[in-house]
């Protein structure tokens, strides 16, 4: 089935069944547990309540890794599962997810051989999954691989592989993935109570935030997954729950390429407080982060606080031989993470990063915890509980070896493109048959006005900020660029989807108020 969101109602409202999986929540994990129940021949339901990986899910380190701190923390069963789940990643989606070069530039004289007897336990646990094996460098070998690291007191270095990949555009791919397995999937249709029959869940209500119709949605079972929001839902179920999550808040920034002018990241393992900082190149700009500061408000659009930039600023400076100011950040972005809490109030940077399944005395099922990198194994723990409390056929787990839609084994990295996959044949042929559209929307960006028509017909893009933010990152490699590609954004949405000018004025108006957060004023 399509990916497209007219389809998908029609599919709702003439489903005269009972759906065997409903699933809350469109990030990574919830799109992770509608492929696996989805691929299992399960009737999948997905709903989120704004855009596929409008959350979180948009606003990752963008690295598929095992967790080198992890290991420091203990956590080695986490970084097994992580390790594997990364090789998984790569051989399931080798157009999004890549091999990046990690160096640890050491000052100590006793960094080179901690850190490099560190890696090769990092590569052990990797198995013949691993990437490239780790190994010490002399000063020479690291100023060569990062030319802009600080050379005061540099000892030398230590290189490991991990992997590096697009979020977002996971998501949309998995999205993808699911409908091509006979999943239904919509975006902006928001869960706002739960139906119950006999004290059991058995089903949702939905609004369509698009038209404001109301829908009662029977299933066997209903999932949880909706990240930092899971509370929300699990009190529609217990009003008098306590609170399992913990919500963590970890910023980055955005800068030019001249920061880090290599291919090669940078990982500090030891930051002022205590957490690990990545430099990590990232589509001809670097990201820079992150913070683990906790937060009490749960948002779909948390905001970096000025501690947090300031503290990533000053740690960047103490490492890059440019200093990085606010004036030279392209943007900066803040997620949430869904910590699960422990009694104890441990900090956020020592809570675990491993998942949870909790099932109510109802038979809700919440998944939370987790991280990007085990979102497939995260979806196939949830959907084998999920299929025991419905007492659903049991059905082995496909997604192993499941490729990903737009599945293409050596995408060319030069090629704009690239990060479509297979999908960017038929880009292409859009653009043979309209010139008009390989005209490029701003000259600091390489996106082209085809790739606005593919994501609304093809990748139920519904709004600017979808296309800006997720579709494209224009939003987080350069603010102020995707404010003034907004306008044309707007009427290429509004003609595919049949809009009036009013509506293109007030998309422009919520994107500019949405942008303006991102970026850093002197």
């Known amino acids: 089935m399509k990916l497209d969101r007219e389809i998908m109602l029609d599919t709702l409202e003439d489903f005269e069944s009972v759906w065997d999986v409903i699933v809350i929540g469109g990030g990574a994990t919830g799109l992770g547990t509608a492929v696996e129940a989805a691929s299992r021949g399960y009737s999948t339901l997905l709903l989120e309540q704004a855009d596929f990986a409008k959350g979180t899910s948009s606003r990752s380190t963008k690295l598929a890794h095992g967790g080198v701190r992890y290991l420091k923390q203990g956590d080695v ?130 609004e369509d935030l698009e038209t404001g119709r109301s829908y009662k949605i029977e299933g066997r079972v209903v999932i949880n997954a909706t990240g930092v929001f899971v509370d929300d839902i699990i009190q529609m179920d217990e009003p008098e729950a306590k609170r399992m999550v913990q919500p963590s808040q970890g910023v980055h920034l955005v800068l030019d390429k001249s920061f880090l002018p290599g291919d090669s990241a ?49 740690e960047a400076a103490r490492y890059l031989t440019k200093d990085p100011k606010r004036t030279d950040v392209c943007s900066v972005f803040a997620g949430l993470r869904p910590l699960v809490k422990t009694e104890d ?56 070896e499941l490729r990903i839609h737009g599945w293409l084994k050596h995408p060319d990295p030069a090629d704009s493109l690239f990060f479509y996959g297979s999908d960017g044949v038929a880009i292409r042929k859009m653009m043979e ?35 800006l933010a997720r579709r494209t990152r224009a939003l987080l490699l350069d603010a102020r660029a995707s404010l003034e590609m907004a306008p044309a954004v707007a009427q290429i949405i509004a003609d595919t989807h049949k809009r009036d000018e009013a509506w293109q004025k007030e998309q422009v108006a919520q994107y500019r108020k949405l942008a303006e957060g991102y970026i850093l004023n002197e």
């Open 77 to 206: 069963s986490l970084v097994i599962e992580a390790l594997e789940e990364r090789g998984l990643m790569m051989q399931n989606a080798p157009h999004l997810v890549r091999n990046q070069a990690f160096v640890i530039p050491t000052y100590d004289w006793w960094g080179g051989p901690f850190y490099t007897v560190g890696m090769k336990v990092y590569d052990m646990l990797a198995g013949k999954l691993g990437l490239g094996p780790s190994k010490s460098l002399s000063k020479e070998e690291t100023l060569e691989l990062i030319p802009t690291v600080k050379q005061e007191g540099l000892r030398g270095g230590v290189i490991y592989y991990d992997g590096q990949f697009d979020d977002s555009r996971l998501a949309v791919n998995l999205a993808q993935t699911c409908a091509e397995n006979g999943g239904t999937l919509l975006n902006y249709m928001k869960v706002t109570g739960l139906l119950k029959r006999k004290d059991m869940v058995s089903g949702v209500v939905a």
């Open 266 to 314: 940078i990982m500090v393992p030891k930051t002022a407080d205590g957490r690990v900082l990545f430099a990590v190149p990232w589509n001809n700009k670097v990201v820079v982060g992150t913070t683990d500061t906790p937060v009490k408000n749960v948002t779909l659009e948390p905001r970096a606080l000025e501690e947090e930039v300031n503290f990533i600023l000053q």
């Open 345 to 400: 109030g441990e900090s956020t940077a020592n809570l675990s990063r491993s998942h949870s399944i909790i099932v109510s005395v109802s038979g809700l099922v919440t998944i939370t915890g987790g991280k990007w990198t085990t979102y497939r194994k995260m979806g196939e723990d949830a959907v084998d509980k999920a299929a025991l409390i419905a007492g659903l056929e049991s059905r082995p787990s496909r997604t192993r």
């Open 433 to 467: 048959r309209k010139p008009e559209l390989e005209e490029q929307l701003h000259a600091n960006l390489p996106i082209v006005k085809a790739q606005v028509v593919w994501a609304a017909k093809s990748e139920m893009c519904r709004t600017v900020e979808d296309f």
